[in-house]
Nanobody, 117 residues
Framework: QVQLVESGGGLVQPGGSLRLSCVAS????????MGWYRQAPGKQRELVAR???????YCADSVKGRCTFSRDNSKNTMYLQIDMLKLEDTAVYYC???????????WGQGTQVTVSS
C-alpha cells in the first residue's frame, strides 16, 4: 500500500510550462509501474505519462514532444513536466501507482492545472 500526494498545479498561460510532483509514502524503488493521468470536466480519465514494466518511459500522443516523465527514488518522488501548454491540457492531474499481485491502482488526490490566457 502507498499514499500519493500531488503538487505543482495552478494557472498557466498557453505556451507556458509546469512541473508536477508526486511524493509517495514509501520507497518507490520497487514500484516499477507509476505514472500520471488527467481528467477534464465531462471527459474520461486518460493516461498522460508512465513508466513501463521493462524500465522505460512513455508519453501519450496528446503530449508527445512536450512531456518529460522522471523519478527520483531517493526522494520517493516522481515528476511530470509539460511544456508548450495548450488549452486542452486543462484538467485535474492524478498520480498513479500499480502494485500487488493484481497490479491494483493507487491514486493521489489530484492537482488542478488550468491553462488560460
Amino acid at each position: 500500500q502507498v499514499q500519493l500526494v500531488e503538487s505543482g498545479g495552478g494557472l498557466v498561460q498557453p505556451g507556458g510550462s509546469l512541473r508536477l510532483s508526486c511524493v509517495a509514502s514509501r520507497s518507490i524503488s520497487s514500484i516499477y509501474v507509476m505514472g500520471w493521468y488527467r481528467q477534464a470536466p465531462g471527459k474520461q480519465r486518460e493516461l498522460v505519462a508512465r513508466s513501463t514494466s521493462i524500465g522505460g518511459t512513455y508519453c501519450a500522443d496528446s503530449v508527445k514532444g512536450r512531456c518529460t516523465f522522471s523519478r527520483d527514488n531517493s526522494k520517493n518522488t516522481m515528476y511530470l513536466q509539460i511544456d508548450m501548454l495548450k488549452l486542452e491540457d486543462t484538467a485535474v492531474y492524478y498520480c498513479n501507482a500499480k502494485m500487488g499481485t493484481n497490479w491494483s491502482d493507487y491514486w493521489g488526490q489530484g492537482t488542478q492545472v488550468t491553462v488560460s490566457s
